[in-house]
């Protein structure tokens, strides 16, 4: 293609939303909240999926051990344990460590609160803080470690996780259904768009076809029109969300210090380095998908 | 240059715009198609276009079968020929040059030529000062000048002109005739569809005159 076509082109596709504005804006607008809502959900859904990984990562199934185990029990049951897969880490916690791990979480700095206590309560306890790599091997590996000789209890606690993660797919499934919904307004509005074009350049369409242009050549200016829409549309959203993440994140930071020691957000540069990219694709491609086939349905002679 | 066999071309079932027409017509002819309205002349020049397909029979234009060609050459079939309509379809929104250019960007030529054919044309049909007129500036007679500088801008070997004086006085009339005639002299091959009789029988050329969708004269094949 010549550089004096390629000029031509998008000379007329700026035409066509300029000289189809009202339909342009419309079209850009629900490009814009379409792009929005994805936007936001999938900031939602990766910060929840962030959490969760920390919980799953900090949330162990705890083996005990009987009274009357050996040594080399227990050095089996640590290597049976290791050898599955789906287990990140086996870590061995004394009763004395489990012991100065609960002080320090329920009495802090306050030892008065703990003068009653002269020898360790937590002296049986001897365990295997067991991580794993994925919360959804939890029932597995308690199975597991059950049958195991030398294990006297194994406890597990999966409320957390299991609630998080019903968080994250009803998340998802709300994003899949408005997103939807909002895409295929943008392609019904965007193909009006290119309709409305195609209605008023009839006789300039007409007159192209008689002096020899090739299909492509008639097509290409409303097809960039589509992309060019779909693509500012896309634009518009990215670069609000990008600030509004970064102010969100400082306000919750600032007006919610509770929970902020609990949730560790993704810093924005990578939630955008996904979301730039499909955000940017998911307009073009509807701008395309909109545009094509319109024009391929009015312009088939 | 142009060979039709047999043609018809029915519309709707039973009602035929064109029944049965037979015509050659030899590279570098001029000839005009007269005819009332609804004499099928307007159907033969689509035909020609290839906007439309024959219900039977054969056209052959500059050797290739047009019911042959596939939809991806028509574009370059069409380059080679220039059309000229009674309304004279120009671009409202675009001057005279861009009008002219036009039919050279949509051929994708490259710039650099179409600086040098847009004046050429633009002269040879007297508006070199007026490049920089909307259509809406210039009287009916300039306007069809401006559309035939574009139909012939790319040189093409065959002019078809449907009514192209249809809209003008007699003297706009004249000068678009001496226009055609020109582009005739420089080997254009010109076929003019009219009811202007003045004017056919003043310039002397070859007269197809149709009837309800048949030649019922020919003056060539009578021998003028």
């Known amino acids: ?301 | 240059m142009i060979e039709l066999k047999e043609v018809t071309k029915e519309y709707s079932k039973g009602i035929a715009a064109l029944n049965g027409v037979s015509l050659k017509i030899e590279q570098g002819e001029f000839v005009f198609i007269v005819g009332d309205s609804g004499s099928g002349k307007s159907t033969l020049i689509r035909l020609l276009l290839k906007e439309l397909e024959p219900t039977s029979g054969s056209i052959t234009v500059m050797g290739k079968e047009l019911g042959k060609m596939k939809h991806k050459a028509i574009p370059y079939y069409r380059r080679r020929m220039g059309v000229v309509f009674q309304d004279f379809r120009l671009l409202k929104d675009r001057n005279v040059y861009e009008n002219i250019a036009f039919t050279l960007r949509v051929t994708e030529t490259a710039t650099r030529v179409l600086k040098k054919k847009v004046p050429a044309a633009l002269s040879l049909v007297g508006l070199a000062q007026k490049y920089k007129s909307y259509p809406k500036e210039l009287s009916g007679g300039e306007q069809q000048r401006v559309a035939i500088a574009r139909s012939i801008v790319n040189e093409p070997s065959i002019l078809l002109a449907d009514e192209p004086t249809g809209n003008l006085d007699p003297v706009n009339s004249w000068e678009i005739m001496k226009i055609l005639e020109e582009a005739n002299k420089r080997g254009t091959t010109v076929v003019v569809v009219t009811h202007n009789h003045e004017i056919v029988n003043a310039m002397k050329k070859r007269v197809i005159t149709m009837q309800k969708g048949n030649i019922v004269s020919d003056t060539k094949k009578v021998g003028v």
């Not at chain 1, 609960?102 to 049986?124: C, H, I, M, R, W």
């Not at chain 1, 803080?129 to 606690?157: I, P, T, W």
């Not at chain 1, 909109?290 to 002679?301: N, P, R, V």
């Open chain 1, 1 to 301: 293609m010549r550089i004096s076509t390629i000029k031509y082109t998008v000379q007329q596709g700026l035409r066509n939303i300029a000289k189809n504005k009202m339909f342009s804006i419309a079209s850009i607008a629900t490009m814009v909240a379409c792009i929005f809502l994805f936007g936001v959900f999938y900031s939602l859904i990766v910060n929840v999926q962030g959490v969760m990984r920390n919980v799953e990562e900090s949330l162990p199934v705890v083996v005990y051990f009987e009274k009357k185990a050996t040594d080399k029990q227990i050095q089996d049951i640590k290597n049976k344990l290791e050898q599955r897969e789906d287990v990140l880490e086996v870590k061995y916690v004394s009763g004395d460590d489990a012991w100065k791990e609960f002080q320090k979480v329920y009495f802090g700095e306050d030892s008065d609160a703990l003068t009653g206590f002269e020898e360790n309560p937590l002296v049986d306890s001897d365990n295997y803080e067991v991580y794993m790599k994925n919360v959804d091997s939890q029932d597995e590996v308690v199975e597991f470690a059950s049958e195991l000789k030398g294990v006297r209890k194994v406890r597990a606690s999966a409320t957390a996780a299991d609630t998080l993660k019903n968080i994250s797919v009803l998340l998802a499934t709300i994003s899949g259904v408005i997103t939807s919904v909002l895409l295929i307004v943008a392609i019904f509005l965007i193909s009006n768009t290119v309709s409305m074009g195609i209605t008023i350049r009839r006789e300039e369409i007409a007159i192209m076809k008689y002096i020899g242009a090739k299909d492509s050549f008639v097509r290409a200016p409303f097809i960039l029109e589509g992309i060019l829409i779909g693509l500012i549309g896309a634009i518009i959203p990215l670069t609000l969300l990008y600030f509004a993440y970064q102010s969100a994140i400082n306000y919750v930071s600032v007006n919610f210090s509770l929970i902020t020691p609990f949730i560790e957000f993704m810093p924005v540069g990578d939630v955008y380095r996904t979301l730039l990219p499909v955000g940017l694709a998911l307009g073009v491609g509807i701008g395309f998908v909109g545009s094509f086939f319109t024009i391929k349905k009015h312009l088939k002679a």
